[in-house]
């Protein structure tokens, strides 16, 4: 078993629990952890013997412009997206960071971590 990340992909979205947060927007960062077998992809160097990163991206950008008030939703719905997609993985985990979250002082982001196996 090896393991694929994506990390620090970053958006600007329209989530939160405010209203006022869902109209202004947001910057957010993902990390996503992906645990699959990269041994044959190792040997052939082939990329149908992987995952496919863009095609990973694609799906936590498509899962990104549908509107959430929480971070776990947004964190369930990308690993519920990638889970159907690729069930030869193994253990998924993401973190979903909203920087300068609306909490009444400073705080550079906020994090939710979510594993799925």
């Known amino acids: 078993m090896g393991k694929i990340s994506l990390e620090g992909m970053e958006f600007f979205a329209h989530h939160g629990v405010w209203d006022e947060e869902q109209k202004v927007g947001n910057r957010y960062i993902i990390d996503l952890h992906i645990e699959a077998d990269l041994e044959k992809s190792g040997v052939t160097d082939h990329l149908e013997d992987t995952l496919d990163y863009g095609k990973i991206y694609g799906i936590v950008a498509e899962e990104m412009r549908v509107s959430s008030r929480l971070l776990e939703n947004i964190?369930?719905?990308?690993?519920?997206?990638?889970?159907?997609?690729?069930?030869?993985?193994?253990?998924?985990?993401?973190?979903?960071?909203?920087?300068?979250?609306?909490?009444?002082?400073?705080?550079?982001?906020?994090?939710?971590?979510?594993e799925n196996h």
């Open 75 to 114: 964190g369930h719905r990308v690993l519920s997206r990638l889970r159907a997609e690729f069930p030869e993985a193994g253990k998924m985990t993401i973190e979903v960071s909203k920087c300068n979250p609306p909490v009444g002082g400073i705080v550079k982001r906020s994090k939710i971590t979510l």
